[in-house]
């Protein structure tokens, strides 16, 4: 028998979410309710003939967009096949057996499972109202925390924590320590938050910030993500990369949704509408549900068994959110934020669930 290295066996596979069958609505995997800018969609399509070539290894467009939209140094920025190819290689280029990552309560599931992959432990910092919290992550630093990983806004919270707080958190932690703050969801909450300046962090040299195409920008199928990387760490983490990691209608894509900040702000703006008046309606049938800066909401229901009967009512009507066990919160569904018509039925049928 060919048996798989021993902490490989052990590990149980990375918990994707149910998508449901044919006909299923899925509020599952916070995908945008919106298509991307017609220009990104023109320029993967401009770009098909140069499918027999491999794609540029440096991803210099993709690059150029993002520091020009952001302000930032091309130099000092690394992509993707999304996010979480980059987050992956970060747990695996600055931790190994025996050491911790640092996350909080409901922090990004995956971070735990790269952190399984190259034996290190995870750790979970607490949380207080659904909400990261600086000061209890300070206090659960120890000599073994080696990557502190942080998400703001929170998946799958909503929850946002001012960047005054993740500049707070970085002047407390120990030089040694690589804080990674992923901002998946950040385009949703900039309006929200105060001018702190997280990228600027990596010129400190011991902080990355991970943003995505996959959300506001509506490219989730595209596999984007970009990060900002002190340049050693960024050294580092070239090592582990794929070479040619991002497909070339992909690159093409990504760059252009990018400069096409007007359609995100659009997206982001819709969805905010549609996700404020689906939380409102949750509340007004007595529901639980934290502010959200992001294309989701987290909904608490009285207990578990209620979000259960919640689960069964919105499956027989071919709706499909999250269930949220996995996080400890099986009192939960998470909702993406989909069309007006879909939060509608979806909302009727958590009326009936409480009726
Ligand atoms: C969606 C998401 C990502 C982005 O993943 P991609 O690999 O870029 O699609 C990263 N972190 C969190 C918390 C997310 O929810």
């Keep these: 028998m060919i048996r798989a290295v021993p902490h490989v066996a052990a590990m149980a596979p990375y918990a994707l979410a149910d998508l449901g069958g044919a006909g299923t609505v899925s509020l599952v995997q916070n995908e945008s309710a919106f298509p991307p800018s017609p220009a990104a969609l023109a320029a993967g399509r401009a770009v098909l003939e140069q499918m027999p070539l491999y794609p540029d ?50 922090g990004y599931a ?3 499972s790269a ?22 992550i300070l206090t659960a630093v120890t000599p073994e925390t080696r990557i502190v990983f942080v998400c703001n806004p929170g998946n799958p919270t909503g929850t946002l924590i001012p960047n005054s707080e993740i500049l707070r958190l970085r002047e407390g932690l120990p030089e040694n320590v690589l804080l990674v703050a992923d901002q998946a969801y950040a385009e949703f909450a900039d309006a929200d938050n105060d001018p702190g300046d997280t990228f600027a962090l990596a010129e400190r040299g011991d902080t990355v910030v991970l943003r995505t195409l996959s959300k506001a ?4 199928g595209a596999r984007a993500g970009w990060g900002y990387f002190p340049t050693a760490i960024a050294g580092e983490v070239r090592k582990l990369l794929n070479p040619n990691n991002i497909s070339i209608p992909s690159q093409a894509m990504a760059a252009a949704a990018m400069r096409d900040q007007a359609h995100m702000r659009d997206v982001v703006a819709k969805t ?3 996700r ?3 939380a409102d309606g949750c509340r007004a049938l007595g529901l639980e549900v934290p502010q959200s800066h992001t294309n989701f909401v987290l909904i608490r229901f009285a207990s578990a068994s209620q979000a259960q ?21 099986g009192d939960c569904l998470r909702a993406t934020i989909c069309s007006r018509d879909v939060m509608d039925h979806a909302l009727d049928v958590l009326k009936g669930v409480l009726a």
């Design 57 to 106: 290894p440096e991803w210099p467009d993709l690059r150029a967009a993002a520091a020009q939209v952001q302000g930032l140094d091309p130099a000092k920025i690394l992509c993707g096949a999304g996010s979480m190819e980059l987050i992956s290689c970060l747990i695996r280029a600055f931790s190994g057996p025996g050491d911790h990552v640092l996350g909080t309560d409901y």
């Design 110 to 112: 995956f971070a735990a």
């Design 115 to 136: 952190a399984a992959q190259v034996k290190a432990g995870y750790v979970k910092a607490r949380e207080r109202e659904l909400t990261v919290s600086v000061d209890d």
């Design 217 to 220: 920008y509506g490219l989730a």
């Design 272 to 274: 905010a509408v549609l």
């Design 276 to 278: 404020d008046g689906f």
């Design 309 to 329: 009967a919640a689960d069964r009512a919105l499956r027989a009507e071919n709706l499909l959110m999250r269930g949220m066990g996995g996080y400890g919160l």
